[in-house]
């Protein structure tokens, strides 16, 4: 999947798996249109566009235009983390603040959060089959606590073995 395709699906709330799988069937809201509203909500953040600038562009209403918006900044900070193990983190992260905002309450949303989490570990699977790596590499980083420092060069990846 091209960047524009891996932003489209967090922005519209696909899983990096079921988007892939609307490609290359001619599916024209996969291949063309999603993509290219990523573009638009990309150069929009760029220049500064107002709201109503994204609403009369993507022929949305003003709404819509502020969600897509800040999903836009929500998928950035996940495509563009800076290894697959913080993506994760912090696709993770968004899902329960999400549902801590929805109401974290009872049972039901427990088990959406759920899955929620087992949907971030599929993008996060997908990834790594992307980029032929293996989910044991970043161990360290999924394994990060909040507070705690490491000594340089904890983080570094290991050599792949021959």
């Not at 709330?13 to 990523?38: Q, T, V």
């Not at 983390?81 to 049972?107: K, T, W, Y």
């Not at 490491?150 to 990846?157: A, I, P, R, T």
Request: hydrophobic letters at 40%; glycine letters at 4%.
């Amino acid at each position: 999947m091209t960047i524009e395709q891996l932003l489209a699906a967090e922005i519209y709330g696909y899983s990096f798996a079921n988007y892939d799988d609307h490609l290359g069937i001619g599916n024209i809201r996969y291949e063309k249109l999603m993509p290219e509203a990523a573009k638009t909500l990309e150069r929009a953040a760029k220049e500064g566009w107002p709201t109503s600038r994204i609403a009369e562009v993507l022929k949305v209403d003003i709404d819509e235009a502020q969600e897509l918006s800040a999903a836009l900044d929500r998928a950035r900070q996940v495509v563009d983390a800076e290894n697959p193990a913080e993506m994760f983190r912090n696709a993770v992260r968004f899902s329960i603040q999400d549902a801590v905002r929805e109401g974290l309450q009872d049972a039901e949303s427990i088990e959406a959060l759920v899955t929620q989490i087992c949907y971030r570990a599929a993008d996060l699977a997908y990834v790594l089959h992307m980029r032929s790596e293996t989910l044991s590499r970043y161990s360290r980083h999924l394994r990060k606590e909040a507070g705690v420092e490491y000594h340089e060069g904890y983080f570094d990846e290991p050599e792949e073995a021959d």
